[in-house]
């Protein structure tokens, strides 16, 4: 049994209790990839515009053409005619002299006309040159901008496609017990497996009282089997004489857990008269007298004394001496035969406790059940005594007096994380209830109580800052009392309210259908229910397909006794590992493998794992989830796993099928641990959990640090030292890796 925690021994990351997972994308699609800039058209000196520059200058220059030509003329004409000897060739030569002279200025013109049109064309060129190498550096830049894009566009989309999709869902700190209100046997027995996943990891202890009567724990006996870890099983009242609970307490104990169970059948208003006949009877046949002895004593009460009765098997177990002194010693009590005859009827179904004990050696798992042929009132006597006497042994710190009993008892294990389940927790007065999360704060143990139906006793625990309520599937007119009751929790009444469509029992278009099924979208559907929340398609599909296959009992004992002997090859499993009471822990992923293929849960995720599938971009969620609210018509509608997990945060919806974590989109880190990893800003998540992360990457489905750029002409700060005040300097980058590295971690821690 659970022992109590030393003070001051801190739970790690490897002892956190998961309550199942819980589906959020923290990273936005990156969107389509950036398009690579392409260059501009080349621009260079047409030939039209060339010839249009030069039909301009020959326009221009027609007229000094024209002149030229006349005066070339006049020239040719003053040599004919001094050939012909009309003019004297004095006058001729000053005619050709004066038509050279004329033509000289005119020749120059058009020379310098035509060097004008070149040096023209020659800046256009140059022109043209400079545009041409101005637009090849922007092009330039604006491939060396597309490619640092498209790296940080690369870099994004492996992120979101290798990010996490699954975020575990554990209890926060400070929460010393966890209450779910409501399930079915399915939610259950996903919900008990998920959290002995917890404990196998961990190492830790786990002991589940199972009063429902359908061995909702028979995946976690699967499970812990496959990880070569044996359970210890009781299953009431066959197992009786086996069990050695509440055996080794001191005599006030266990007078008080006897007087629990009687008042637990009965009235509970003479449970301190009860307490008070027992320790009497315990100091005369002394504090290690079992049930049958005392059993025997109540029976000397109802006895006349000169009446030896040694044909009663009962008064056989005390001698004349022993009879004589239980009379004289309760001879002063008041209505003695009386209570002492209804005691002897109510303790009688325990007389065989510790008769046939088992060795005493420790078990890291133990389930206590009930059978399922047992009524209500047997649960209820059978469940009283269990958690009674698990409340004495989880009491903090040792009796008075050296007791053998107390020393007995198995030492602290500070190092190990202890939890321990109630199902059907409706079953145990509300005294008890309280008795054992009082015990269980005192001695830092971890306690998740399930409660089938909204009792007092439960919804008194969701005002309570030490308790964390969890709202599973309602039946009937439950979920209108669960639904107030929600709606009182700190955090929850800011998130949207409690409407949501479908509300109040009825199924409007676009919500899902009694049985489970989302309807087609109609008008004015909302999108999501009250603060976001939404149902993954994955989540009401394996409810569906599971079934009641995890908790219907066997046809034949015999071949599932076989079939678990063909994997586990006794006394090793069929890897060769030994199976024994209690493991040191186990690695995540060879978790992951035993979950898939030990449990249902398991092998009914991996046959719908392509729902999972991620979403194309623009596309997220669409199809996959379906909106909820908190509204009484909405928790009657929860799928079989769904579970509302009310933190001070607002209300989280958690799928408690452990089956996710086999999933390749699937990380034991929450989305608060994801959240804070690394130095970049990561932006707050809407209801759907998308979030921008800009300096954040993920590599294979776990957040990572990037580096920031150094400060100019430094390499950083120091490091900011653990336990360091607030403001305190932030680390540019990280310090250098001295010495070995590291051994390589797991993505799914």
């Known amino acids: 049994m659970p022992t109590p ?9 490897a002892g956190r209790t998961y309550l199942g997972w819980r589906h959020a994308v923290l990273l ?17 000196l047409s030939e039209e515009w060339i010839a249009g520059q030069r039909d301009s200058e020959a326009q221009t220059n027609r007229p000094l053409h024209i002149a030229l030509v006349g005066l070339t003329l006049f020239a040719v004409l003053f040599l004919l005619l001094w050939s012909q000897r009309i003019l004297p060739a004095a006058l001729a030569v000053g005619g050709v002299f004066a038509c050279a002279a004329i033509a000289a200025p005119v020749g120059f013109a058009l020379v310098q006309s035509r060097q004008v049109i070149a040096q023209r064309l020659a800046r256009a060129e140059e022109r043209l040159a400079a545009e041409r190498e101005e637009r090849e550096r922007a092009l330039r830049e604006r491939q060396r901008d597309h490619a640092r894009r498209h790296t940080e566009w690369q870099a994004a989309s492996r992120a979101y496609e290798a990010q996490p999709h699954w975020y575990g869902v554990t209890v926060p700190t400070g929460r010393e017990a966890v209450v779910v209100v409501g399930g079915t046997d399915v939610g259950w027995s996903a919900l008990l497996t998920t959290v002995g996943v917890s404990r196998l990891r961990s190492g830790g202890d786990l002991t589940v009282v199972d009063l429902t009567g359908r061995s909702v724990a028979r995946e976690l006996v699967r499970l812990a089997r496959r990880c070569a870890v044996a359970p210890r099983r009781w299953v009431l009242p066959a197992d009786l004489p086996r069990m050695t609970l509440g055996t080794n307490l001191d005599a006030g104990q266990r ?3 006897l007087s629990a169970v009687a008042a637990a059948s009965g009235s509970a208003e003479d449970v301190d008269a009860d307490e008070t006949l027992l320790l009497r009877l315990l100091e005369v046949l002394g504090p290690d007298a079992g049930i049958a002895e005392l059993i025997g004593g109540l029976r000397a009460l109802c006895t006349p004394e000169g009446d030896a009765a040694e044909d009663d098997p009962a008064l056989v177990r005390l001698s004349a001496d022993q009879r004589t002194r ?25 007389e065989t406790v510790g008769t046939r004990a088992e060795d005493g050696t420790y078990a890291q798992i133990k389930i206590i059940s009930t059978d399922r042929a047992s009524g209500e009132v047997a649960a209820r006597m059978y469940g009283t005594y269990t958690v009674a006497a698990l409340s004495e042994l989880l009491e903090d710190g040792p009796r008075e007096g050296p007791t053998a009993a107390a020393a007995r008892r198995p030492r602290p294990r500070p190092e190990r994380t202890r939890t321990v389940v109630v199902c059907g927790a409706e079953s145990l007065p509300e005294g008890e209830v309280d008795q054992v999360l009082r015990a269980a704060a005192e001695g830092g143990v971890e306690v998740v109580l399930m409660f089938r139906t909204p009792s007092p006793a439960a919804l008194a625990r969701f005002s309570d800052p030490a308790c964390l309520p969890v709202v599973m599937r309602q039946r009937g007119g439950a979920a209108d009392t669960v639904e107030r009751a929600a709606a009182s929790v700190p955090g929850v009444s800011g998130h949207g309210g409690t409407s949501a469509p479908g509300g109040n029992g009825r199924v409007e278009p676009g919500a899902p259908d009694p049985g489970g099924r989302a309807a087609g979208p109609g008008p004015g559907t909302a999108r999501r229910g009250a603060g976001g929340l939404t149902v993954h398609r994955l989540t009401e599909v394996i409810g569906e397909a599971v079934g009641a296959t995890v908790t219907e009992p066997d046809p034949d004992p015999e071949a599932e006794a076989e079939a678990d002997d063909r994997f586990f090859a006794s006394p090793h499993t069929e890897s060769g590992a030994m199976i024994r009471n209690a493991a040191s822990g186990i690695a995540p992923l060879d978790l992951v493998r035993h979950v898939r293929s030990a449990t249902a849960w398991g092998r009914a995720t991996a046959q719908a794992e392509e729902i999972d599938a991620p979403a194309r971009a623009g596309a997220e969620g669409e199809g996959a989830s379906r909106p909820i609210g908190l509204d009484a018509g909405s928790l009657r509608r929860l799928p079989y796993t769904a579970a509302l997990v009310l933190g001070d945060d607002g209300p989280v919806l958690t799928d408690t099928n452990p089956g996710i974590l086999s999933l390749s989109t699937a ?83």
């Open 667 to 749: 990380t034991l880190a929450t989305v608060e641990d994801s959240r804070t990893t690394g130095h970049g800003a990561v932006a707050a998540s809407d209801g759907e959990g998308h979030t921008s992360a800009p300096g954040r990457r993920t590599d294979g489905a776990r957040p990572r640090r990037t580096l920031p750029d150094p400060p100019p002409g430094g390499r950083g700060s120091a490091p900011v030292p653990a336990g360091a005040p607030d403001g305190a300097e932030v680390p540019d980058r990280v310090p250098p890796n001295l010495g070995p590295p590291p051994e390589r971690l797991d993505w799914r821690v």
């Open 326 to 350: 239980v009379r004289r010693r309760c001879a002063d009590t008041p209505g003695v035969w009386e209570r002492a005859w209804e005691l002897e009827r109510r303790l009688s179904p325990f």
């Open 5 to 13: 925690r030393t003070e001051g021994s801190p739970r790690g990351e």
């Open 28 to 44: 936005p699609h990156p969107g389509p990839a950036p398009r690579r800039p392409a260059p501009d058209d080349t621009r260079t």
């Open 255 to 257: 007078a008080r857990v």
